[in-house]
Structures are given as C-alpha cells and as structure tokens.
C-alpha cells in the first residue's frame, strides 16, 4: 500500500469525523474496528459509530497534522497530532491529541480503518 493511498484514506476518514458522518464511516471502518480512547476505554466499531449517529459527539473542528506513515505490505501505521474542537454530551471534549491508525487492505482491496488509538498531547499540536 502506497503512502499516497493511505494519505488519502485518512484525510477522508478525518473529514467524516469532522462532520460526524455516521454513514461515512460505515464504510471506512473494518469490521473488527478497535478504537481506544484517550482515557483507555475501548469502543467496538458500533459504538465508535454510535457517538454520531446519536448525536451525543459533534465536532465543529478536527485537524490532524505532523502524519507520519509507514507501511508494512497491506498494513500501513500512521501516527499524527490531532486537534479539536467539539462537545461529547454537554461536555466540552476539545483538544489535542496524538492519534495512532492502522490502515488495512483488505482481501476485496478495500482499504479500512482496523484501529485508532488516542492520547492527549501535553504540548500544543501544530497545525
């Protein structure tokens, strides 16, 4: 899998979080999606889905920059800073984050989205 590729599949992936596309990310994320959340809490791929399809997370902003992006055959590892600005609940959930993706091929050739792993970033991301 190329860099372009996978460069590609996150920033559509990121605009999806952007705009909380539930729909969106139906089809990005693999079926056994695993996303950790910066406090260490796990979500299933319904339950990352969920946060927008409920509308309990809305994002007014989601960057992400500093991607780096290595890739090992089908299987790609991007690590980025991630900033926001957004409410969970009636809870300001804005902030700066380092993210970890794996980005997969799978056996059709669709490229997915099989994890993401969040931390919070002490220091200011840049972008």
Known sequence: M???????????????????????????????????????????????????????????????????????????VVVAAQTQESVNGDADASGAFRFTLVVVRGAGGQVRLAGVHVSPNAAPAAG
Do not use: C, H
């Open 2 to 76: 190329s860099e372009q590729t996978v460069a590609g599949f996150v920033e559509e992936w990121r605009r999806a979080e952007e705009d909380g596309d539930p729909a969106a990310l139906e089809k990005l994320l693999a079926d056994d999606f695993v996303g950790v959340g910066p406090r260490g809490f796990l979500r299933s791929r319904a339950q990352w889905i969920a946060r927008y399809s409920s509308g309990t997370v809305r994002n007014a902003s989601f960057r992400l920059s500093d991607a780096r992006v290595r890739t090992y055959g089908p299987t790609a």
